[in-house]
């Protein structure tokens, strides 16, 4: 079986390998990748830092060529990469073929970044003295990516770093190898030079922290838990050094009596058990008003019967597995805890047996749920979803924002009244009126508020803000 190894300032290396293991069917090694080490992080950020003079100062045509063209390839390949990430991540096809092309839409959109760079001039306050306002790369920046979203993630942060001109070190999550050695594949291929992109794969716990650890990085770009996003911003305000961090969730999706029935449903179920209910967009808590609540729930749970959970790489199915034995642990023990809290288990929750040997989990929900509950309070990460129960909108909208996070929120209504006042009130970052909480546009800002993120926005033109610092130029005529 092909090795895989690190890139490091231009050359693939590394030995000790860890096998990359299909979540669907055990029995399948989907590769060997390398095991990186501190001293491997080392290497990758002192490459970084010595690549970085010269592609800070690099033509915008040189960057939009490169990105334009490792688009056209992931474009190009997306079946071939869909595939792999559905094996190595356990996302049905369907879904893993739409976050492939995500991945190439956002390499093209910062292609197209890279000509559209701009400044500001003004007259100054002073006469005969002009002001230009400019953005400059940062430096040599550490992205660390999580493992429920193998290539969008990766190339939401990878593009828009090489687009504004920093280099990069990527530490991609453990789990989810593969699809982040075929990005750096693909724009090594595409012709960046060496040192500007550096993949160091392994352990978060050693060679994150190495990256951590390290004086020589100008920004870290996070994404993955409230846990390790402390440990990031402690070291980050240790070095001095700027830092975005993306986090977890517990999304409220609110359902009012006046909504449609069958718009919400389909966002519910769509965005708590979608992608095995991984995404950190999830909609956890379904919040609904008593008027609607029965029909709501039979509604909800008719559609959970019909969900085929299986291998994800087989046509028909809805739900692929659960990423790994640690995560199904995880999932099992919320539903346990749910039982125990006095939640009722209205659906699923038991592991499943398949063709093929997987962490297959039925989706769980739960109904008569109070919002003090841990299961309403804590992110499980997985396919639980629970009902809470609430007279009004008042009551619900107060139930949303009485959480620790503030990723996304929702409401299904046909009240334009209400709907207005839930955008405006909701205390998210994003807010979606008669939609899932998850499913985003590429091209515009992503982020939350309190627990769920820090920093400025990814995506988007937003996404300046992380990877440019402001320069402020006075000079007399
Ligand atoms: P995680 O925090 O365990 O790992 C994320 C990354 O950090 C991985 O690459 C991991 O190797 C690395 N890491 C772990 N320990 C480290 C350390 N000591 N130093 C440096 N790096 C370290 O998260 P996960 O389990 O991979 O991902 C799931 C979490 O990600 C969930 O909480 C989910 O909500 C969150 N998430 C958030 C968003 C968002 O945009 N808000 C998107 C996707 C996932």
């Not at 030995?15 to 491997?40: F, H, K, Q």
């Not at 002192?46 to 056209?72: C, T, V």
Request: aromatic residues 8%; glycine residues 10%; negative net charge.
């Amino acid at each position: 079986m092909t090795m895989h190894k690190n890139f490091i300032a231009g050359e693939w290396t590394g030995a000790d390998a860890i096998e990359n293991r299909n979540p669907s069917d055990t029995n399948d090694v989907v590769g060997l990748y390398a095991r990186g080490t501190p001293e491997d992080m080392k290497a990758a950020i002192a490459a970084a830092k010595a690549a970085f003079p010269a592609w800070s100062r690099s033509g915008i045509l040189e960057r939009h060529a490169i990105l334009r063209k490792a688009s056209d390839e992931i474009m190009a390949r997306k079946d071939e990469l869909a595939a792999l990430l559905a094996r190595e991540e356990g996302k049905v096809l369907p879904e893993a073929l739409g976050e492939t092309v995500r991945a190439g839409q956002i390499f093209d959109f910062f292609a197209g970044e890279c000509l559209r760079l701009a400044g500001e001039v003004l007259p100054s306050a002073r006469p005969n003295i002009g002001v230009e306002i400019t953005r400059e790369p940062i430096g040599p920046v550490g992205l660390i990516t999580p493992w429920n979203f193998p290539i969008a993630i990766p190339a939401w942060k990878i593009a828009p770093a090489l687009c504004y001109g920093n280099t990069v070190v990527f530490k991609p999550a453990e789990l989810v190898p593969g699809c982040a050695w075929a990005i750096v594949d693909i724009l090594d291929r595409a012709g960046l030079p060496k040192g500007v992109i550096n993949l160091v794969m392994g352990k978060g716990s050693v060679i994150g922290q190495a990256m951590l650890d390290s004086p020589d990085l100008a920004g870290i770009s996070f994404t993955g838990s409230v846990g390790t996003g402390k440990r990031i911003a402690v070291a980050s305000v240790e070095h001095g050094r700027k830092y975005q961090l993306e986090m977890g969730g517990k999304n409220p999706f609110v359902v009012l009596d006046d909504a449609d029935l069958d718009v919400a449903v389909n966002a519910a179920v769509n965005s708590s058990f979608f992608s095995t209910g991984q995404r950190c967009t999830a909609s956890s808590r379904l919040i609904v008003t008593e008027g609607i609540h029965d029909r709501f729930v039979s509604a909800v749970t008719e559609r959970l019967h019909a969900l085929k959970v299986d291998n994800a790489l087989k046509t028909g199915t809805d739900i692929g597995p659960v990423v790994d034995e640690r995560q199904l642990a995880q999932d099992m023990d919320y539903i346990e805890i749910g039982r125990k809290e006095g939640a009722n288990l209205a659906f699923g929750g038991e592991r499943l047996n398949r063709e093929t040997p997987g962490f297959y989990l039925q989706p769980a929900l739960f109904t008569e749920v109070d919002n003090q509950m841990r299961i309403a309070r804590e992110e499980i990460f997985g396919p639980v979803a629970t009902v809470i129960r609430v007279k009004d909108y008042e009551e619900a909208l107060s139930v949303a924002n009485d959480t620790p996070f503030g990723l996304s929120s929702g409401i299904a209504t046909t009240s334009l009244k209400q709907a207005t006042h839930f955008r405006r009130n909701a205390e998210a970052g994003m807010v979606m009126v008669n939609l899932p909480t998850a499913g985003v546009d590429f091209h515009v800002p992503f982020g939350g508020r309190k627990a769920s993120s820090f920093g400025s926005r990814e995506q988007g033109r937003y996404a300046a803000e992380f990877f440019t610092v402001v320069k402020t130029q006075y000079t007399l005529a």
